[in-house]
């Protein structure tokens, strides 16, 4: 099957599940998307017992996605420039402590937390992982995906101040999150230096190299939209500045995400404050709400097909299971050490510290990696934990977070 059949296809099932979503079930877009995709794979897997040539030929065309390329080197570009052309300067001023030690030491935190938990855990359930593949999953596992809570928060009565805090860390926490997760893969590499010098070389070439990037990106990007007032054409920009950006971030070995996330704000702030129209403002922020929809949803559709050519054994779902419990634990510990450091500027109380944890969601990011995880590091048992925590933390977190928002301490 070639690229554009395959692209045919997720987008026809992408548009179907948004369509059932909308009509029927009318749950927020992540949630709604998220349960159709679980109920599809699930019927899917059912019907091959029956039409055993149905399970086969989908079983070929998604065994022919390069995951990797696919998501690593494509979507996630779009998914992180899209999230971050929409934060504003001023929001992340008034929170820059919080955002800035959530979306990295936190980061940090819970890949350590969570990867050695994972390595005991797993080990000792008789599936046996390195400990530098059980931080790559601590790493994919640790960025949060808010996005399907906002709207929930909102109407919660959230005070602006936790809100951007969430916006803010998530942002950031995804671009940081790919550089450990990238860092991490490259180290797993057979004869890769392990020496401290090494990995902060390389962690500090993926980051700074990406930062730089995403300034230069940005900046150019920016001056580019405010020499003209066409909106097709500025919209073009923003795309030639993702792809073309995040292609060059590859070849240069530094963080595209980063790069992106970077680029975005600029283009994002500076780019509508002094380079667009209100019109062009408006196609740009539709055009890229479009694409981080789209992209949501063909993810979410990618990890459902994705169950019918993993393994799954009953130990990896008891695995996954337990794994939702030490994943909050150790996001409660991971928001709860920076907390502390804030809470001398700042009162962080102990609800704040909840709805954080609880409103955390885990999400595409973490898909995407997952996803993208080479084959011989064991993809399909971090593919199936992490679908058992995605799946957790949208559909119960996710419908649950608005009720535990409005309850007092």
Same mark, same amino acid.
């Given at each position: 099957m070639?690229?554009? %059949?395959?692209?045919?296809?997720? &987008?026809v099932?992408? @548009?179907g599940?948004?369509?059932i979503?909308?009509?029927?079930? #009318?749950?927020?877009?992540?949630i709604g998307?998220?349960?159709?995709?679980?109920?599809f794979?699930l019927?899917?897997?059912?019907l091959?017992?029956v039409?055993?040539?149905? !399970?086969?030929i989908?079983?070929?065309?998604v065994?022919?996605i390069?995951?990797?390329s696919?998501?690593?080197?494509g979507?996630?570009s779009f998914?992180?420039f899209?999230?971050?052309i929409?934060?504003?300067y001023k929001?992340?001023?008034?929170? #820059?402590?919080s955002?800035l030690l959530?979306?990295?030491f936190?980061?940090?935190?819970s890949?350590?937390?969570?990867?050695?938990?994972?390595?005991y855990?797993?080990n000792a359930l008789?599936?046996?992982?390195?400990?530098?593949?059980?931080?790559?999953? $601590?790493?994919?596992?640790s960025?949060t995906?808010?996005i399907?809570?906002l709207?929930i928060?909102?109407?919660?009565?959230?005070?602006?101040?936790?809100e951007t !805090?969430?916006a803010?860390?998530?942002?950031?926490?995804?671009?940081v999150?790919?550089?450990?997760?990238?860092t991490?893969l490259?180290?797993? /590499?057979p004869g890769?230096?392990? $020496?401290v010098?090494s990995?902060l070389?390389l962690?500090?070439q993926? @980051?700074?190299?990406?930062?730089?990037l995403?300034?230069?990106?940005?900046?150019?990007g920016y001056?580019?939209?405010a020499?003209?007032?066409?909106? /097709?054409?500025?919209?073009?920009?923003t795309?030639? *500045?993702v792809?073309?950006? +995040?292609?060059?971030? %590859?070849?240069? %070995?530094v963080?595209?995400?980063?790069?992106? *996330?970077?680029a975005?704000?600029?283009?994002g702030n500076?780019g509508?404050? +002094?380079g667009?129209?209100?019109?062009?403002?408006?196609?740009?922020?539709k055009?890229?709400e479009l694409i981080d929809?789209?992209?949501?949803a063909?993810?979410f559709?990618?990890?459902?097909?994705?169950?019918?050519v993993?393994n799954?054994?009953?130990t990896v779902?008891?695995? $996954?299971?337990?794994? =939702?419990?030490?994943?909050?634990?150790?996001?409660?510990?991971s928001?709860w050490?920076p907390?502390?450091?804030?809470?001398?500027?700042e !009162? =962080?109380?102990? !609800?704040?510290?909840?709805?954080?944890?609880?409103?955390?969601?885990? $999400?595409?990011?973490?898909i995407?990696l997952?996803?993208?995880?080479?084959?011989?590091?064991?993809?399909? &048992?971090?593919?199936?934990?992490?679908y058992?925590?995605?799946?957790f933390?949208?559909?119960?977190?996710?419908m649950?977070i608005?009720?535990l928002?409005k309850r007092?301490?």
């Amino acid at each position: 099957m070639d690229l554009f %059949h395959l692209l045919s296809i997720l &987008i026809v099932l992408s @548009a179907g599940f948004a369509y059932i979503n909308f009509r029927i079930l #009318k749950l927020p877009n992540a949630i709604g998307l998220m349960l159709v995709s679980l109920l599809f794979s699930l019927g899917i897997i059912a019907l091959g017992y029956v039409f055993p040539d149905t !399970k086969r030929i989908l079983t070929s065309a998604v065994g022919n996605i390069n995951f990797s390329s696919l998501l690593l080197e494509g979507m996630l570009s779009f998914m992180l420039f899209a999230g971050a052309i929409h934060i504003k300067y001023k929001d992340l001023k008034s929170e #820059k402590l919080s955002i800035l030690l959530f979306s990295t030491f936190s980061v940090v935190i819970s890949t350590f937390l969570i990867g050695g938990a994972t390595f005991y855990l797993l080990n000792a359930l008789g599936l046996p992982v390195s400990f530098l593949t059980a931080l790559l999953f $601590g790493a994919l596992i640790s960025p949060t995906d808010p996005i399907a809570v906002l709207s929930i928060l909102k109407s919660a009565g959230v005070s602006k101040s936790l809100e951007t !805090k969430i916006a803010g860390e998530s942002l950031f926490n995804d671009g940081v999150a790919v550089v450990v997760f990238i860092t991490i893969l490259e180290l797993a /590499q057979p004869g890769a230096d392990l $020496g401290v010098g090494s990995v902060l070389t390389l962690f500090g070439q993926e @980051a700074i190299g990406g930062i730089l990037l995403g300034i230069l990106l940005g900046v150019l990007g920016y001056k580019l939209i405010a020499s003209i007032d066409h909106y /097709q054409v500025e919209v073009l920009i923003t795309l030639a *500045v993702v792809m073309g950006g +995040y292609t060059f971030a %590859h070849y240069v %070995h530094v963080s595209g995400p980063l790069a992106m *996330v970077v680029a975005g704000l600029i283009v994002g702030n500076h780019g509508k404050l +002094y380079g667009m129209s209100d019109l062009t403002a408006e196609y740009v922020d539709k055009f890229w709400e479009l694409i981080d929809e789209i992209m949501n949803a063909i993810l979410f559709v990618l990890i459902g097909l994705e169950l019918l050519v993993i393994n799954i054994s009953p130990t990896v779902l008891l695995a $996954g299971g337990l794994m =939702i419990v030490i994943a909050l634990a150790s996001r409660y510990i991971s928001v709860w050490v920076p907390a502390l450091v804030i809470s001398l500027r700042e !009162k =962080i109380t102990r !609800k704040t510290l909840v709805i954080l944890t609880w409103g955390g969601l885990r $999400g595409g990011i973490s898909i995407a990696l997952a996803l993208s995880i080479p084959v011989e590091y064991g993809r399909d &048992i971090w593919v199936t934990i992490t679908y058992i925590i995605v799946c957790f933390s949208i559909l119960v977190q996710g419908m649950t977070i608005g009720k535990l928002a409005k309850r007092g301490t």
